[in-house]
């Protein structure tokens, strides 16, 4: 009997199942910031496991407008304008979705809609949504495939590069 099970190869591809996997430092509670508080941040080694580009790191902020207190933990990415994150993920050969939370920010240009995000493979444009900004809710991509085993790079992106009614000013939080 050992033997046979040892010898066993499981073929995924005979079965309908899902495998949960989680990004490091996806609630962005790394670094710490004070309560209700928040920083403009750039660079790659700011945000452990992720480059960031003109974002802010908030922490129950309420001068952005965000429903306080934040589900998952206390800290989030805003994303204002065309600002974005990155990430490296070694993935397997598959079919995957991206499940998070996000919030839209209801300022500064009186349109009331939030700063759309773009998510990216690989310089590849996979899907793109607006969220709500009446509160923190689950949002997920689009189902997109891995032809082959390797390492990928996920980018997460502002859209907004507009001014309405004299401002250009959208932003999005994540986690």
Known sequence: ITKEINDYK???KKFDFESTQFVKNSTF???KQQPNSYKYINGNDIVPNWKVRNVAIVNNSKAWGFGTS???GNQAIAIQNKGSIITDLHLHEGRYKL???ANGRNCCDNTGI???LLFSLNGNLFDELTPDVTEWKTYDTKIFKIPKEGHYSLTIAGKNNTEHNGIRDK???IK
């Open 171 to 173: 932003t999005s939080a």
């Open 70 to 72: 934040y589900p998952k």
């Open 99 to 101: 499940s998070f939370l």
């Open 114 to 116: 939030a700063n759309s």
């Open 29 to 31: 509670d790394n670094p």
């Open 10 to 12: 499981f073929n995924t």
